[in-house]
């Protein structure tokens, strides 16, 4: 699976920005998609997972409440729109597959992740 990520780019607190990304595979429905950050300096962390068939979600505490995750499996597409944007919300943000046989599955962890897309830059003023 391929996995492109868009929509990143400079923001100012207590903004908005969607990002998207698009996978290659058909089969786009049996993966369970997250998305994932990376701050300067700091380690790669999770933000958000979505279930393969959409119905289940799960957040990062940091993010609970600003962030919504949805996919759009016509599109081969998840998206993840970001509200009420801080400063500490800067990152690199990447996409993230992993096959699942399970409806309702998510994970948290990269480490269960198979393939991942190449990052788009997040950046928020104060």
């Known amino acids: 699976v391929q996995l492109q990520a868009s929509g990143g780019g400079l923001v100012q607190a207590g903004g908005s920005l969607r990002l998207s990304c698009a996978a290659s595979?058909?089969?786009?429905?049996?993966?369970?998609m997250g998305w994932f950050r990376q701050a300067p300096g700091k380690e790669r962390e999770f933000v958000a997972a979505?279930?393969?068939?959409?119905?289940?979600?799960y957040y990062a505490d940091s993010v609970k409440g600003r962030f919504t995750i949805s996919r759009d499996n016509a599109k081969n597409t998840v998206y993840l729109q970001m509200n009420s944007l801080k400063p500490e919300d800067t990152a690199v943000y990447y996409c993230?597959?992993?096959?699942?046989?399970?409806?309702?599955?998510?994970?948290?962890?990269?480490?269960?992740?198979?393939?991942w897309g190449q990052g788009t830059q997040v950046t928020v003023s104060s």
């Open positions: 993230a597959a992993r096959y699942s046989r399970l409806f309702g599955s998510l994970s948290s962890s990269s480490d269960e992740y198979n393939y």
């Open positions: 595979k058909r089969t786009f429905s049996t993966y369970g």
């Open positions: 979505i279930s393969r068939g959409g119905g289940s979600t």
